[in-house]
Antibody
């Protein structure tokens, strides 16, 4: 059974850097084709894909946020870390990590999400 | 970017009703469309992938269809447990989501 759990601060100040950790189990990020992605949902708005790290350490980012995002992994700890710089109140959202299936090419298992509020 | 426009934003129906949610893509895409169910405080749940394929364990009252730029999710007989928000997603080019449809019983 695949499980993912997001952790990190619930409140950050404008201009600060957000660091979120996704701890997962039930799969290996060393398996060919597998990835872990990040998606967010501002209150009352649509979900937005942020980025993804693949089994081979390749990364993909949303073009609109590319300059602010970094995704890394620690395979030994079964963790993926999202870093987002220069946080703004518009970045207030629930942030999710999700397993990208090698077979289905999409996010088939998600974490419950963590709400991050950006406010001074 | 491929945009996904989902309608309606809210759907009120009765138990046993057949309901359909529609998603329109901003350009013609392959069959790489998925549908998720999302309940408050829970992880989104994959229902349909590849436009038509039912994810394992998902009740058969859920079905997907469409092609080109128009795609649908149908619940053949609405049940109380189906109270949730539903999202479409395209994964032809990166991943983009519809705005969501809240289903009220």
């Amino acid at each position: 059974q695949i499980t993912l759990n997001e952790s990190g601060p619930t409140l950050v100040k404008p201009t600060q850097t957000l660091t979120l950790t996704c701890t997962f189990s039930g799969f290996s990020l060393s398996t060919n084709g597998v990835g872990v992605g990040w998606i967010r949902q501002p209150p009352g708005k649509a979900m937005e894909w942020l980025g993804l790290i693949y089994w081979d350490d390749d990364t993909r980012y949303s073009p609109s946020l590319k300059t602010r995002l970094t995704i890394t992994r620690d395979t030994s700890k079964a963790q993926v870390v999202l870093t987002m710089t220069n946080m703004d109140p518009v970045d207030t959202a629930t942030y999710y990590c999700a397993h990208r299936s090698a077979d289905l090419l999409l996010f088939d298992s998600w974490g419950q999400g963590t709400l991050v509020t950006v406010s001074s | 970017d491929i945009q996904m426009t989902q309608s309606p934003s809210t759907l009120s129906a009765s138990i046993g009703d057949r309901v359909t949610i529609t998603c329109r893509a901003s350009q013609s895409i392959s069959d790489l469309v998925a549908w998720y169910q999302h309940k408050p405080g829970k992880a989104p749940k994959l229902l349909i992938y590849g436009t038509f394929s039912l994810e394992s364990g998902v009740p058969s009252r859920f079905s997907g269809g469409g092609s080109g730029t128009e795609f649908t999710l149908t619940i053949s007989s609405l049940q109380p447990d189906d109270l949730a928000t539903y999202y479409c997603q395209q994964y032809t080019s990166f991943w983009t989501f519809g705005q969501g449809t809240r289903v009220e019983i």
